[in-house]
């Protein structure tokens, strides 16, 4: 059967559900069957049929993407996400290495990667939902599969040029704070861009995408900003009681803002 897709059976996992959604979006006229079982041994050598995190193997001229028979190998939906040509694109976003090594490592390992006791905190009941609709019938879901990785490729895209964008924005310290000063009030890559810093960026000053003045917020929960000790300035029309974000009414001079930074900073 051709334009079949052949994943394993029984619990479904992210990596799966992933992949597949991933080849589902860059074939949007391609009708796919989705089958959850174990693939034969001519299922694994016919380059038609896509085998999808089982059948330990990995041979991209037949479309197998396995990556159990290798610890060190990365998971599925990196592996097609690689014969794609999509990887540069995705690894982009903040949850690409996590979710690849979660999948090979274990909550544990990763848990205590990242320095906490537990991750069942960042539990997604809406992930869990979602992928065990696909368990049980994976052929419905596709249309919504398909939407799912192509809206994470177009937003990985936006991202990689909106991290051009931030290389030219102008960059000052106040006090001893990173500030980031951008004539715009769409913010998405900006976390993305100061991670990729050799020294990040403590605080943003962006124009409101609210309103008519700028937005002062604190990027990465940087210690000693508390923008709440703003809330009685007559030129703020908006400070956060956790103290990460202010507003101000009007687009006032910038030398204006950077005293109210000043005010902020412990």
Same mark, same amino acid.
């Given at each position: 059967?051709?334009?079949?897709?052949?994943?394993?059976?029984?619990?479904?996992?992210?990596?799966?559900?992933?992949?597949i959604?991933?080849?589902?979006?860059v074939?949007?006229?391609?009708?796919?069957?989705? @089958?959850?079982r174990?693939?034969?041994?001519?299922?694994?050598?016919?380059?038609?049929?896509w085998?999808?995190d089982i059948?330990?193997r990995h041979?991209e001229? !037949?479309?197998?993407?396995?990556?159990?028979?290798? !610890?060190?190998?990365?998971?599925?939906?990196v592996?097609?996400?690689?014969?794609?040509?999509?990887? @540069?694109?995705?690894?982009?976003?903040?949850w690409?290495?996590?979710?690849?090594?979660?999948d090979?490592?274990?909550?544990?390992? &990763?848990?205590?990667?990242?320095g906490?006791?537990? !991750?069942q905190?960042?539990h997604s009941?809406? @992930?869990?939902?979602?992928?065990?609709?696909?368990?049980?019938?994976p052929?419905?879901?596709?249309?919504?599969m398909?939407?799912f990785a192509r809206?994470v490729?177009?937003k990985?895209?936006?991202?990689?040029?909106r &991290?051009?964008?931030w290389e030219t924005?102008?960059i000052?310290?106040i006090r001893?704070?990173?500030?980031?000063?951008a004539?715009?009030?769409?913010?998405?890559?900006?976390?993305?861009?100061s991670d990729?810093l050799?020294?990040?960026?403590?605080?943003?000053?962006?124009y409101?995408?609210?309103?008519?003045?700028?937005?002062?917020?604190?990027?990465n929960?940087c210690c000693g900003?508390?923008?709440?000790?703003?809330?009685?300035?007559?030129?703020?029309?908006f400070?956060?009681?956790?103290?990460?974000i202010?507003?101000?009414?009007?687009?006032?001079?910038l030398?204006?803002?950077?005293?109210?930074?000043v005010?902020a900073?412990?």
């Amino acid at each position: 059967m051709k334009n079949l897709i052949v994943t394993h059976g029984g619990r479904a996992h992210y990596d799966e559900f992933f992949a597949i959604s991933l080849v589902l979006a860059v074939y949007p006229e391609t009708r796919f069957t989705i @089958e959850r079982r174990n693939p034969a041994a001519s299922e694994l050598d016919n380059p038609d049929i896509w085998v999808i995190d089982i059948g330990e193997r990995h041979e991209e001229e !037949l479309k197998n993407f396995d990556h159990h028979q290798d !610890l060190d190998m990365s998971v599925s939906f990196v592996l097609v996400a690689d014969y794609l040509g999509l990887t @540069e694109t995705l690894q982009t976003a903040p949850w690409w290495d996590f979710k690849d090594r979660i999948d090979r490592y274990g909550p544990v390992t &990763m848990a205590q990667e990242i320095g906490v006791s537990s !991750l069942q905190p960042t539990h997604s009941p809406l @992930e869990e939902w979602i992928i065990g609709q696909f368990e049980k019938d994976p052929n419905a879901m596709q249309r919504l599969m398909a939407s799912f990785a192509r809206n994470v490729i177009t937003k990985a895209r936006v991202i990689a040029a909106r &991290m051009e964008y931030w290389e030219t924005c102008q960059i000052d310290q106040i006090r001893d704070k990173v500030v980031l000063i951008a004539h715009t009030s769409e913010t998405l890559g900006l976390r993305e861009y100061s991670d990729s810093l050799e020294t990040p960026v403590d605080i943003s000053i962006t124009y409101d995408n609210r309103g008519k003045g700028w937005r002062l917020r604190r990027i990465n929960e940087c210690c000693g900003i508390n923008f709440s000790r703003l809330e009685n300035c007559e030129e703020i029309s908006f400070a956060h009681k956790g103290g990460f974000i202010a507003k101000t009414r009007q687009r006032i001079p910038l030398e204006a803002v950077y005293q109210m930074v000043v005010d902020a900073i412990d």
